[in-house]
């Protein structure tokens, strides 16, 4: 075998300096990878990184590694490979440096064989650091998996097998392979090299075999042409996996080495006439972005988490996602290509323009092509990505300068990979910001004087108008003409004088917002040359705090706005929580879609009943699904309802509230005002008159507490956990979203609480606690195995039964 998992019996410490870690420095905690240093730090008001680091620090750590080495190890090659490190990786063996990279997101390796003692315990030491560089929450330390890299001398360099299918029809598919073949010992070696593909039942369909001969330190790269009968494709409905296994050995069979990679078959199409078709078969993405933290694991990108939250966005109705503003772990790609999710996987959010002061601007010039070479070697087999962006909301898209590195980073992606297109991610604000911006400083300010809703009114209102103007068609044409795809960032206005300006032009909505989901959707429909579009976001993250919040106020002078104060944790502008819960406009996005046809319930927290709502750009109706509150009879509240049905009737207790329109003429949503009364309220969808799907909320008065896990079985090793859901239900076993309660967790057995939270976007607590506050009746405790065996959570709370659950840890 030529990875190992290399998680294990790590330590990490804070960073302070050489001479005060020479005199002791801090003390070292013991961990498993992958780990988030900053999550376990303490946020203040007054941390520099502020609103969009979510008040978390920045600082410096080590991790530190004890490994023994052994003697055969000698006529072997060995390195080690992080998945990610954020950020300013440093590598040393035995307090000797031995390699680093710069950029957080990318995959590297670094020889290990200098610097190794063999026959003895090694110690493998890692700095990272993270201080004002992101527009977000990074998380801090090795925060994805880490594998040790063992070879024979003459070996198959296991990350660079490539695999395409250039070919393919009903009857057969032509599978190409290139393997990398490398000779590190100081004689000419006979080798022979036998390639198989296996279908995802395991059968052997297509092999070869041929003799290699190469010279002592060499490189070669071995090609073979094979061909698979009746090849079932991948795709999102049926996410067919092969995988190419490659063999080399000598020639009497003593030695070999193995490697093996999952691909897909598949083909991909694009023109502005049909859209995209994958297989054949058209295709409009329904997109998610999504940042890489893991909420309340922080950043920690855990193999489940990753897999977890792509069962979770799919079933919510997506197909696509996009890797929001960074390369996606590996570990998403291989989920993804799993479950049948699409992605669009991201290089940057900057180059030579800075959004903070200490970003990947410092490194641009010097990284950028390493790093796209990192993102390209990661994802050349995953079938599931189809699309390479070279950066979101670049500064210099306008300019000729930017057009020109966008051809550079475009050109470079196609170097490495012919067989995926390449979009961008144009903000036209941000194209032509230097030219505009003072005309919107002055509307601004007259907006202010008049409160929130028309400060977000008049930048709508600007914005619409700034991405229709001349000056962003043709400042962003070059850029643009460097990719395959024009990607717009809320820009569906542009999509129809895109089509006459420019026939030839496929377009994404690389972002668009939950607001007007509708109009968007309805727009990428309409428009054969527009791919689909990308919503902002599907799964809420930590930092770039309550850009989707609801503010409330009973007076009219109060403008409201403002940077949302400590201690906002989170964006609040996700489809679905930090803890996987989905919230009501996912719902609503899911019938927009066509993928539901029952109406949906929701009520606008009544406790707000005739305030003001402040709501900011991202945000979506401040509503929960439940119609249990503690409200006196009689209290007005507003209700919701989400429909593609023609006409919606709202019954409450068996008298009818009265019919409203909805369905597309009127955005899919309809809103009654009702006086609160305990009992039934049922949603009746009318379609040409007639009743047809119905929903119903049911008042519910008692309030049990109850914990389940979404697996009864798990892995025994570093990649896996276990979610427990902790819920309060009602006696119907519907959820009793009030009031919030502590809930604390106990874990007994072979594992461990890896975090506990729930999704309140407001809040002081940690997620390293073994307590926590419900929010809306809800919070979820992460469970990592710490060996094989049963794992026991108990789940208590003031005045109630306990709730426990038992999972399984089985030995791999």
Same mark, same amino acid.
């Given at each position: 075998?030529?990875?190992?998992?290399?998680?294990?019996?790590?330590?990490?410490?804070?960073?302070?300096?050489?001479?005060?870690?020479?005199?002791?420095?801090?003390?070292? #905690?013991?961990?498993?990878?992958?780990?988030?240093?900053?999550?376990?730090?303490?946020?203040?008001?007054?941390?520099?990184?502020?609103?969009?680091?979510?008040?978390?620090?920045?600082?410096?750590?080590?991790?530190?590694?004890?490994?023994?080495? !052994?003697?055969?190890?000698?006529? #072997?090659?060995?390195?080690?490979?992080?998945?990610?490190?954020?950020?300013?990786?440093?590598?040393?063996?035995?307090?000797?440096?031995?390699? #680093?990279?710069?950029?957080?997101?990318?995959?590297?390796?670094?020889?290990?064989?200098?610097?190794?003692?063999?026959?003895?315990?090694?110690?493998?030491?890692?700095?990272?650091?993270?201080?004002?560089?992101?527009?977000?929450?990074?998380?801090?330390?090795?925060?994805?998996?880490?594998?040790?890299?063992?070879?024979?001398?003459?070996?198959?360099?296991?990350?660079?097998?490539?695999?395409?299918?250039?070919?393919?029809?009903?009857?057969?598919?032509?599978?190409?392979?290139?393997?990398?073949?490398?000779?590190?010992?100081?004689?000419?070696?006979?080798?022979?090299?036998?390639?198989?593909?296996?279908?995802?039942?395991?059968?052997?369909?297509?092999?070869?075999?041929?003799?290699?001969?190469?010279?002592?330190?060499?490189?070669?790269?071995?090609?073979?042409?094979?061909?698979?009968?009746?090849?079932?494709?991948?795709?999102?409905?049926?996410?067919?996996?092969?995988?190419?296994?490659?063999?080399?050995?000598?020639?009497?069979?003593?030695?070999?080495?193995?490697?093996?990679?999952?691909?897909?078959?598949?083909?991909?199409?694009?023109?502005?006439?049909? $859209?995209?078709?994958?297989?054949?078969?058209?295709?409009?993405?329904?997109?998610?972005?999504?940042?890489?933290?893991?909420?309340?694991?922080?950043?920690?990108?855990?193999?489940?988490?990753?897999?977890?939250?792509?069962?979770?966005?799919?079933?919510?109705?997506?197909?696509?996602?996009?890797?929001?503003?960074?390369?996606?772990?590996?570990?998403?790609?291989?989920?993804?290509?799993?479950?049948?999710?699409?992605?669009?996987?991201?290089?940057?959010?900057?180059?030579?323009?800075?959004?903070? !002061?200490?970003?990947?601007?410092?490194?641009?010039?010097?990284?950028?092509?390493?790093?796209?070479?990192?993102?390209?070697?990661?994802?050349?087999?995953?079938?599931?990505?189809?699309?390479?962006?070279?950066?979101?909301?670049?500064?210099?898209?306008?300019? $000729?300068?930017?057009?020109?590195?966008?051809?550079?980073?475009?050109?470079?992606?196609?170097?490495?990979?012919?067989?995926?297109?390449?979009?961008?991610?144009?903000?036209?604000?941000?194209?032509?910001?230097?030219?505009?911006?003072?005309?919107?400083?002055?509307?601004?300010?007259?907006?202010?004087?008049?409160?929130?809703?028309?400060?977000?009114?008049?930048?709508?209102?600007?914005?619409?108008?700034?991405?229709?103007?001349?000056?962003?068609?043709?400042?962003?044409?070059?850029?643009?003409?460097?990719?395959?795809?024009?990607?717009?960032?809320?820009?569906?206005?542009?999509?129809?004088?895109?089509?006459?300006?420019?026939?030839?032009?496929?377009?994404?909505?690389?972002?668009?917002?939950?607001?007007?989901?509708?109009?968007?959707?309805?727009?990428?429909?309409?428009?054969?040359?527009?791919?689909?579009?990308?919503?902002?976001?599907?799964?809420?993250?930590?930092?770039?705090?309550?850009?989707?919040?609801?503010?409330?106020?009973?007076?009219?002078?109060?403008?409201?706005?403002?940077?949302?104060?400590?201690?906002?944790?989170?964006?609040?502008?996700?489809?679905?929580?930090?803890?996987?819960?989905?919230?009501? #406009?996912?719902?609503?996005?899911?019938?927009?879609?066509?993928?539901?046809?029952?109406?949906?319930?929701?009520?606008?927290?009544?406790?707000?009943?005739?305030?003001?709502?402040?709501?900011?750009?991202?945000?979506?109706?401040?509503?929960?699904?439940?119609?249990?509150?503690?409200?006196?009879?009689?209290?007005?509240?507003?209700?919701?309802?989400?429909?593609?049905?023609?006409?919606?009737?709202?019954?409450?207790?068996?008298?009818?509230?009265?019919?409203?329109?909805?369905?597309?003429?009127?955005?899919?949503?309809?809103?009654?005002?009702?006086?609160?009364?305990?009992?039934?309220?049922?949603?009746?969808?009318?379609?040409?008159?007639?009743?047809?799907?119905?929903?119903?909320?049911?008042?519910?008065?008692?309030?049990?507490?109850?914990?389940?896990?979404?697996?009864?079985?798990?892995?025994?090793?570093?990649?896996?956990?276990?979610?427990?859901?902790?819920?309060?239900?009602?006696?119907?076993?519907?959820?009793?979203?009030?009031?919030?309660?502590?809930?604390?967790?106990?874990?007994?057995?072979?594992?461990?609480?890896?975090?506990?939270?729930?999704?309140?976007?407001?809040?002081?607590?940690?997620?390293?606690?073994?307590?926590?506050?419900?929010?809306?009746?809800?919070?979820?405790?992460?469970?990592?195995?710490?060996?094989?065996?049963?794992?026991?959570?108990?789940?208590?709370?003031?005045?109630?039964?306990?709730?426990?659950?038992?999972?399984?840890?089985?030995?791999?």
């Amino acid at each position: 075998m030529t990875r190992h998992l290399f998680n294990d019996d790590w330590a990490v410490r804070r960073k302070i300096s050489g001479f005060v870690d020479l005199m002791g420095g801090a003390e070292w #905690q013991k961990v498993t990878l992958p780990h988030d240093a900053m999550i376990e730090f303490a946020r203040s008001a007054d941390a520099p990184g502020g609103a969009s680091a979510a008040f978390f620090p920045g600082g410096e750590v080590e991790y530190a590694k004890r490994f023994a080495v !052994p003697v055969e190890w000698r006529d #072997q090659r060995v390195a080690i490979e992080f998945e990610g490190v954020y950020r300013d990786a440093m590598v040393y063996v035995n307090n000797e440096f031995a390699g #680093q990279w710069r950029y957080g997101y990318s995959v590297f390796r670094v020889p290990l064989d200098a610097h190794l003692r063999y026959g003895q315990d090694n110690v493998i030491r890692v700095e990272a650091r993270a201080h004002l560089d992101s527009r977000w929450y990074t998380g801090l330390g090795i925060y994805r998996d880490v594998h040790l890299v063992l070879t024979p001398l003459a070996h198959i360099v296991d990350d660079e097998i490539r695999v395409t299918t250039p070919d393919v029809d009903g009857e057969r598919a032509v599978v190409e392979s290139a393997v990398l073949v490398r000779n590190e010992s100081h004689l000419t070696r006979q080798l022979v090299l036998e390639v198989e593909v296996r279908d995802d039942d395991g059968e052997v369909v297509a092999l070869n075999s041929g003799p290699v001969t190469i010279h002592p330190n060499r490189t070669t790269t071995v090609r073979n042409r094979l061909y698979v009968d009746d090849p079932r494709r991948w795709g999102v409905d049926h996410p067919h996996l092969y995988e190419l296994r490659a063999r080399l050995r000598d020639e009497d069979g003593h030695e070999s080495h193995e490697v093996s990679t999952s691909f897909g078959i598949r083909t991909l199409r694009i023109d502005p006439r049909h $859209g995209l078709r994958i297989n054949d078969e058209p295709v409009k993405l329904r997109g998610a972005c999504v940042h890489h933290d893991n909420g309340p694991l922080g950043a920690a990108t855990v193999r489940r988490a990753e897999e977890r939250r792509i069962e979770l966005l799919k079933a919510a109705g997506f197909n696509a996602i996009r890797s929001s503003h960074c390369p996606a772990s590996p570990a998403m790609l291989d989920a993804c290509d799993r479950l049948g999710v699409l992605v669009f996987d991201e290089t940057f959010d900057a180059w030579t323009e800075m959004n903070k !002061p200490f970003d990947y601007t410092l490194d641009f010039p010097e990284w950028w092509e390493r790093d796209v070479d990192a993102l390209v070697k990661k994802d050349f087999n995953h079938p599931s990505v189809i699309l390479y962006c070279i950066g979101n909301e670049i500064h210099e898209y306008g300019s $000729g300068f930017g057009a020109s590195l966008a051809r550079d980073i475009a050109e470079r992606i196609r170097l490495r990979d012919d067989t995926r297109f390449v979009a961008t991610a144009v903000s036209s604000f941000w194209a032509v910001a230097g030219e505009v911006i003072d005309d919107l400083k002055q509307r601004l300010e007259d907006a202010t004087a008049r409160g929130v809703n028309d400060v977000m009114n008049e930048m709508t209102e600007f914005f619409d108008g700034v991405t229709v103007s001349d000056v962003v068609t043709v400042r962003t044409a070059e850029a643009h003409a460097a990719a395959d795809i024009a990607g717009l960032n809320y820009a569906e206005a542009r999509y129809a004088s895109d089509a006459r300006v420019f026939p030839n032009r496929v377009v994404l909505g690389s972002e668009t917002n939950p607001r007007v989901t509708a109009q968007s959707w309805m727009q990428t429909l309409a428009h054969d040359h527009v791919i689909g579009g990308f919503t902002w976001t599907g799964w809420d993250y930590l930092g770039e705090v309550g850009l989707g919040r609801t503010d409330y106020t009973d007076d009219p002078e109060v403008r409201g706005g403002g940077d949302p104060a400590f201690p906002w944790l989170t964006a609040w502008a996700g489809d679905l929580d930090i803890t996987g819960f989905r919230r009501p #406009q996912s719902y609503y996005r899911e019938i927009v879609y066509g993928l539901r046809k029952e109406p949906y319930l929701a009520v606008l927290r009544p406790e707000h009943y005739g305030q003001r709502r402040l709501e900011m750009q991202w945000a979506w109706s401040d509503a929960v699904a439940s119609w249990s509150w503690d409200l006196p009879q009689g209290a007005r509240a507003e209700v919701e309802v989400y429909s593609d049905a023609d006409e919606v009737e709202l019954v409450l207790n068996g008298t009818t509230l009265g019919r409203s329109p909805a369905g597309p003429a009127h955005d899919f949503r309809t809103l009654f005002d009702v006086a609160y009364e305990p009992g039934e309220l049922v949603a009746v969808a009318y379609r040409d008159g007639v009743p047809c799907e119905r929903t119903t909320l049911v008042t519910g008065f008692e309030r049990q507490l109850v914990a389940s896990a979404d697996r009864s079985r798990i892995r025994a090793d570093s990649t896996d956990l276990a979610y427990i859901s902790i819920e309060f239900h009602d006696e119907h076993g519907g959820l009793n979203p009030s009031p919030d309660s502590v809930v604390r967790v106990a874990v007994d057995g072979a594992g461990e609480l890896a975090a506990l939270g729930s999704a309140r976007p407001v809040t002081e607590e940690r997620f390293d606690a073994a307590s926590c506050t419900t929010f809306d009746g809800r919070a979820v405790a992460i469970v990592r195995p710490s060996g094989a065996g049963e794992i026991t959570v108990t789940v208590s709370a003031g005045g109630m039964v306990d709730a426990q659950v038992t999972v399984t840890a089985e030995a791999v």
